[in-house]
């Protein structure tokens, strides 16, 4: 009888071993799923930052070129208005 009992433990406690373990499997396999998006998602964000750094320049760069041209067409018309005033 005392076997009996312990054959029955054991089977129980094999049961429960094979639970964790196939939860422990799916756990594992959820982390995989979310580092996979984390990385993923630096990665985009890595690129957002890229591209708005590029774009901060291109924006810098043509503001630089507007500034410089309307100045210029700013002082052409001055001059402009000065010598037909004259």
Do not use: P, W
Not at 18 to 46: F, H
């Amino acid at each position: 009888m005392e076997i009996d009992k312990i054959q029955q433990e054991m089977n129980m406690l094999s049961d429960r071993l094979s639970t964790m373990m196939q939860s422990t499997s799916v756990k594992r396999t959820q982390l995989q799923t979310l580092e996979n998006c984390i990385l993923d998602t630096e990665n985009a964000y890595r690129k957002i930052i890229d591209s708005s750094n590029a774009l901060l320049g291109v924006l810098k760069r043509e503001t630089k070129a507007f500034d410089s041209k309307h100045n210029v067409y700013v002082k052409d018309t001055k001059q402009c208005f000065s010598q037909k005033s004259s």
